[in-house]
């Protein structure tokens, strides 16, 4: 990006869950979001046999992140810069909803916006007009989505390694653990333990407590 040029937010589709084929269709979108929302999610089994009280839940898995957005497009005009607002709708479909015509699916995608890179799937799309012109032509469309992340194969397969960076780890903290050297443990680096502290919600990373149970993501490529 030069110039100071605005980055707007992309999607790439590939035809392959490994990220090699990629496809020459791809989304831009007119306007880059207000926000998104990520969702992490740890399943856990808290079942308890019959008769017996209930126990700790039993760590199950880390479920799959959700990405959740919006796209506006705007064909009026009045941002300067005028769009058919059913072609732009339609281009979003073609990459990220219709079926690759060999593979009977819909395409892997990949977003991208600054520091944000997702490897994902639509889920659901749902897409709101809401101005017209006399004919009924629609002057404004909001597509609200939502997208499902995902470990290639590859990556899955490689979860025997219980050191690879590209995997989600779930750690208990011990006597003498810090936040930094549990870091360089999981990734090679202790850099990246402000980045687990957010996501865990630590407030106060420097007092692990012995037994707390800490989420290292991925890391992203």
Not at 28 to 48: H, I, R
Not at 133 to 141: C, D, M
Not at 147 to 158: C, K, M, V
Request: overall charge neutral; aromatic content about 10%; hydrophobic content about 35%.
């Amino acid at each position: 990006m030069a110039g100071g040029e605005l980055e707007k937010l992309l999607i790439e589709a590939y035809r392959d869950p490994e990220y090699r084929n990629k496809d020459s269709n791809m989304f831009t979108a007119m306007f880059n979001p207000e926000q998104y929302s990520l969702k992490y999610e740890v399943e856990n089994d808290d079942t308890s046999g019959s008769g017996t009280s209930g126990g700790a839940p039993t760590f199950q898995r880390l479920k799959p992140q959700d990405l959740n957005l919006d796209f506006t497009i705007d064909g009026t005009g009045a941002t300067g810069k005028a769009v058919d607002v059913a072609v732009k709708v339609k281009e979003f479909l073609d990459v990220a909803y219709e079926y690759q015509g060999d593979e009977h699916r819909p395409r892997y995608l990949k977003i991208i916006w600054g520091s944000l890179i997702f490897k994902c799937v639509l889920k659901t799309a749902n897409i709101k007009h809401s101005l017209f012109n006399p004919e009924g032509k629609s002057l404004r469309a909001k597509i609200t989505a939502g997208f499902t992340g995902f470990i290639e194969d590859n990556l899955r397969a490689a979860r025997e390694d219980s050191t690879s960076p590209d995997l989600s780890h779930l750690r208990v903290v011990k006597d003498g653990d810090t936040l930094p050297l549990m870091s360089y443990k999981i990734y090679g680096d202790p850099k990246y333990y402000l980045q687990v502290a957010k996501i865990n919600g630590l407030t106060n990373f420097r007092r692990l407590k012995t037994g707390q149970k800490i989420y290292f993501p991925p890391l992203t490529k």
